[in-house]
């Protein structure tokens, strides 16, 4: 909807619209992929043997990562589409008060400055302030990383531990997420900015993010099952977290909530105890990163 009140023809796909792929993407000047994790490589491969324009720039607005391979989408898209640049579109952007044209900040980034300020451009608007940022993998990751932490977030609420957990939840939340994204290759800085904390925020205190909705309804004594098969839309947390224990792991590095949020989607913890695992861990310095 901005980018059409900015004066851009915009045109939609979905796999079970009535336009085919190749007819959006034919004359496209940015092509903006807002699908689930689990769809990203399917359609860029599909889209890899279609004619598209040379100077599409490709946005991604997904948070997840591929469990096989631990990409990120910005890094699927720049791999399947070398010759294009990409944009990673993130922040605290709970789709329904976009909806309802209230105001809100996004981040757009890329290692091209150009594509970046070219899709500020698409996308600004009196309530839509949208900033430039080098380092699309930060921005991507806080995105999607916090999607974990969200899922704690609402297993603090549903169990009612108060603001003072809560906060305390958030913050050495967003040292596990610098931990392992500076591992990756990402900027610290990035982390604190709109598509980090900012993002991390937004998720973590309102019932309007899927994720947090896992962590609540959980608390309040349903399964990860039952709660699925209610949600309306992805909760992309679930998978990421897998994917991210996995990556821990194999690197070596301590993320104590991402590891009780991996055992209470296993059913290996419950809620409760999850939290006492996290409280009656050894005492330490507070950096250690
Ligand atoms: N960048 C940002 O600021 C924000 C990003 N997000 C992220 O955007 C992504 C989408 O979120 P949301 O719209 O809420 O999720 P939904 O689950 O509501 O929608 C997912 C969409 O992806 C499509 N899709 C999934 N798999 C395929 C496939 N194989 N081929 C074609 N299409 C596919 C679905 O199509 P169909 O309808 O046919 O099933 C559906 O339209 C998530 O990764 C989410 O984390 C969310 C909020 C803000
Ligand atoms: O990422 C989001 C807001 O920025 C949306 O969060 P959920 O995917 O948890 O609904």
Redesign the pocket.
């Given at each position: 909807a901005i980018a059409s009140s900015n004066n851009h023809q915009v045109s939609i796909w979905?796999?079970?619209g009535s336009q085919t792929l190749a007819q959006v993407v034919e004359n496209a000047d940015t092509i903006v992929s807002?699908?689930?994790?689990?769809?990203?490589r399917?359609?860029a491969t599909?889209l890899q043997s279609l004619p598209i324009p040379p100077k599409a720039v490709f946005v991604?607005?997904?948070?997840?990562l591929e469990p096989e391979y631990t990409s990120t989408?910005s890094q699927i898209w720049q791999e399947t589409f070398p010759s294009h640049p990409v944009v990673?579109?993130?922040?605290?952007?709970?789709?329904k008060e976009?909806q309802l044209e209230l105001p809100a900040a996004?981040v757009v980034a890329s290692t091209s400055k150009d594509a970046a300020e070219f899709v500020q451009l698409v996308f600004s608007s009196s309530r839509f302030r949208v900033y430039t940022n080098s380092d699309p993998l930060g921005v991507e990751l806080g995105?999607?990383l916090k999607?974990v932490i969200a899922i704690a977030s609402g297993v603090c609420d549903g169990l009612q531990l108060g603001t003072n957990a809560k906060a305390a939840l958030v913050t050495r939340g967003l040292t596990e997420i610098i931990r392992i994204g500076n591992l990756w290759g990402a900027k610290t800085e990035t982390f604190y900015g709109l598509s980090g904390l900012g993002?991390l925020l937004a998720t973590c205190n309102s019932p309007l993010s899927?994720n947090y909705q896992v962590g609540y309804q959980m608390a309040c004594g349903k399964t990860l099952t039952e709660v699925l098969a209610h949600l309306?839309?992805?909760a992309?947390g679930v998978n990421t977290c897998q994917v991210l224990m996995q990556r821990a792991k194999q690197r070596n590095i301590s993320m104590p909530i991402t590891e009780q949020v991996y055992r209470l989607l296993q059913g290996e913890v419950t809620p409760r105890q999850a939290l006492d695992e996290l409280m009656l861990r050894d005492i330490k310095p507070e950096y250690s990163y």
């Amino acid at each position: 909807a901005i980018a059409s009140s900015n004066n851009h023809q915009v045109s939609i796909w979905s796999r079970n619209g009535s336009q085919t792929l190749a007819q959006v993407v034919e004359n496209a000047d940015t092509i903006v992929s807002a699908i689930s994790m689990k769809g990203v490589r399917e359609v860029a491969t599909q889209l890899q043997s279609l004619p598209i324009p040379p100077k599409a720039v490709f946005v991604t607005a997904t948070k997840g990562l591929e469990p096989e391979y631990t990409s990120t989408p910005s890094q699927i898209w720049q791999e399947t589409f070398p010759s294009h640049p990409v944009v990673v579109l993130s922040g605290p952007n709970l789709s329904k008060e976009i909806q309802l044209e209230l105001p809100a900040a996004t981040v757009v980034a890329s290692t091209s400055k150009d594509a970046a300020e070219f899709v500020q451009l698409v996308f600004s608007s009196s309530r839509f302030r949208v900033y430039t940022n080098s380092d699309p993998l930060g921005v991507e990751l806080g995105g999607t990383l916090k999607n974990v932490i969200a899922i704690a977030s609402g297993v603090c609420d549903g169990l009612q531990l108060g603001t003072n957990a809560k906060a305390a939840l958030v913050t050495r939340g967003l040292t596990e997420i610098i931990r392992i994204g500076n591992l990756w290759g990402a900027k610290t800085e990035t982390f604190y900015g709109l598509s980090g904390l900012g993002d991390l925020l937004a998720t973590c205190n309102s019932p309007l993010s899927r994720n947090y909705q896992v962590g609540y309804q959980m608390a309040c004594g349903k399964t990860l099952t039952e709660v699925l098969a209610h949600l309306e839309g992805t909760a992309e947390g679930v998978n990421t977290c897998q994917v991210l224990m996995q990556r821990a792991k194999q690197r070596n590095i301590s993320m104590p909530i991402t590891e009780q949020v991996y055992r209470l989607l296993q059913g290996e913890v419950t809620p409760r105890q999850a939290l006492d695992e996290l409280m009656l861990r050894d005492i330490k310095p507070e950096y250690s990163y």
